[in-house]
Every structure is written in structure tokens, then in C-alpha cells.
């Protein structure tokens, strides 16, 4: 079965330093790979998904994500944090209408 | 309703009783979902349905859970003889269903078992 690995349980960064948050994932079939972000005490919101063409995916509130087969990974970055991107970041994986998430990764910017 | 509704938002219950959490999909949506997820924790799947057909429950811990979808659209867990260990957030999500539908998230039942 499709599974996802994230590296990296908790990661801190300054208002204004590169975010990158880390994913990995095993699919037996090309991949549709998806970044949700959980904020304190709501539901998981799409981030940005990735199904076929461009590798260089964009979302919303500035992040990205690259899709790189030969690494399998579906890294998360965003040039410059902002204190409002405090919160847990899933990635997930979909194969057949499948979709299994990753462990989480929370994300805390310093001011 | 615009989003998934999940109900109760609450829900405490004793050890032994059987609970019912109900999730209200997005209108529309195919694909149905269950998850349960712990504190600090990623969505651990349990179930999932297109239409009223489940797909996939092997994601279900034992037999003392089982989810329906009768009608294609509401749909039940259900824990029987619950146990502390079931105290968790279970989380609903719908999709459009097909390669690469977004899951759309309810803001979940926060159960606690006593």
C-alpha cells in the first residue's frame, strides 16, 4: 500500500528564513501527492496537490512543492515564513481514490 | 451545507457503551472518508465509501467498528463497547471521487471515552 514518510516531526524557523518541510513517499503507481495544513483546533485545508504535468506545483499562501520521481519526494518550501504559517503540515498520497497521510510536521517561526 | 458537517463535535461517553459519530458529506461528493487522528498525530485512515459502496475498511482497529453509507450520502461510525483507547478526533472528509480528488476536511468528533 501507498504509504508517506515525513522527515522531521518539528521544524523552527525565523519570520523570514526559507520553509522546507520534508516528504518522501512509496506508491506502486504514479503518484497523486497533496500538502494539507492543520491549524489549532480546526479541519485539514488543501495546501496544494500534485496529479500529472508540471512537477513545480504552486499553492496557496506562497508555498510550492516540487514533485521529483527519482528522489520520490514532494518536498514543501516557501521563500520567506510568515509568523501566520505556524501550524502542522501534512503530506498525503492518493493511489486508487486511496489517500494515506504522513505523521505530520508542525512548523513554529520565531519572530 | 457548504462544508462537511460532522456531529456531535463532542462526545463523552463510559467505557462499554456504543457510540454513533455522523458525517454529512459536501453535496455531490462521490468518495467518502474516515480517519482518526490522535493527538499530534498525522490522519490514520479507517474507512472509506464511493456512493453507499465501501471501498476499503481495513483501516478499522477491530470489529468493534463499522461505518455505513446506505444511501450514498450521510454516514455513521460506529463504536461498540468503547474503550479508553478509542478516545481520539475522528475526522470525516469527502471528495468529487476520482484520480486525485482533494479531500475535504470536518472539523472532526472529539471523543473521550471515560
Known amino acids: 500500500a501507498q504509504s508517506v514518510t515525513q522527515l522531521g516531526s518539528h521544524v523552527s524557523v525565523s519570520e523570514g528564513a526559507l520553509v522546507l518541510l520534508r516528504c518522501n513517499y512509496s506508491s506502486s503507481v504514479p503518484p497523486y501527492l497533496f500538502w494539507y495544513v492543520q491549524y489549532p483546533n480546526q479541519g485539514l485545508q488543501l495546501l496544494l496537490k500534485?496529479?500529472?504535468?508540471?512537477?513545480l506545483v504552486k499553492g496557496i499562501n506562497g508555498f510550492e512543492a516540487e514533485f521529483k520521481k527519482s528522489e520520490t519526494s514532494f518536498h514543501l518550501t516557501k521563500p520567506s515564513a510568515h509568523m501566520s504559517d505556524a501550524a502542522e503540515y501534512f503530506c498525503?498520497?492518493?493511489?486508487?481514490?486511496?489517500?494515506?497521510f504522513g505523521a505530520g510536521t508542525r512548523l513554529t517561526v520565531k519572530p | 451545507g457548504a462544508g462537511v458537517s460532522q456531529s456531535p463535535r463532542y462526545k463523552v461517553t463510559k467505557r462499554g457503551q456504543d457510540v454513533a459519530l455522523r458525517c454529512d458529506p459536501i453535496s455531490g461528493h462521490v468518495s467518502l472518508y474516515w480517519y482518526r487522528q490522535a493527538l499530534g498525530q498525522g490522519p490514520e485512515f479507517l474507512t472509506y465509501f464511493n456512493y453507499e459502496a465501501q471501498q476499503d475498511k481495513s483501516g478499522l482497529p477491530n470489529d468493534r467498528f463499522s461505518a455505513e453509507r446506505p444511501e450514498g450520502s450521510i454516514s455513521t461510525l460506529t463504536i461498540q463497547r468503547t474503550e479508553q483507547r478509542d478516545s481520539a478526533m475522528y475526522r470525516c472528509?469527502?471528495?468529487?471521487?476520482?484520480?486525485?480528488?482533494?479531500?475535504?476536511f470536518g472539523n472532526g468528533t472529539r471523543l473521550t471515552v471515560t
Open positions: 500534485y496529479t500529472t504535468g508540471a512537477t
Open positions: 498525503a498520497v492518493s493511489e486508487d481514490n486511496d489517500m494515506r
Open positions: 472528509a469527502s471528495s468529487l471521487g476520482g484520480e486525485g480528488s482533494p479531500l475535504h
